[in-house]
């Protein structure tokens, strides 16, 4: 089965970037959909980004026009860039994957890394 690891997270001034990047092993992402999703203390998880196989992306409300989901399939990597961060941006960063991006219910996302951290402050 396919296995996540994301790393990019860090600590960052609002209005800064950062890149999230999420390397996949055990399977190819070409036929996946890729999802990004992040979690706070205390409230559920919920999604921010998602891109099928084609290359069709999806984006929150909250983050669009403001994050970028993005994959290289020779790389097995997905990549989450986000500009102009705002503090309410603050999470727990995780990348997972199903078959399709019918839905971005993280209860419809059967794998799942590790998680980076991402602060704005």
């Known amino acids: 089965h396919v296995q996540l690891v994301e790393s990019g997270g860090g600590s960052v001034q609002a209005g800064g970037s950062l890149r999230l990047s999420c390397v996949a092993s055990?399977?190819?992402?070409?036929?996946?959909?890729m999802g990004w999703f992040r979690q706070v203390p205390d409230k559920a998880r919920e999604g921010v980004a998602g891109?099928?196989?084609?290359?069709?992306?999806a984006y929150a409300g909250s983050v669009k026009g403001r994050f970028t989901i993005s994959k290289d399939n020779a790389k097995n990597t997905v990549y989450l860039q986000m500009n102009s961060l705002k503090v309410e941006d603050t999470a727990m960063y995780y990348c997972?994957?199903?078959?399709?991006?019918?839905?971005?219910?993280?209860?419809?996302?059967?794998?799942w890394g590790q998680g980076t951290q991402v602060t704005v402050s």
């Open positions: 891109i099928e196989s084609d290359g069709n992306a």
């Open positions: 055990g399977d190819t992402i070409s036929r996946y959909c």
């Open positions: 997972a994957t199903r078959r399709y991006c019918t839905s971005m219910s993280p209860a419809a996302f059967g794998y």
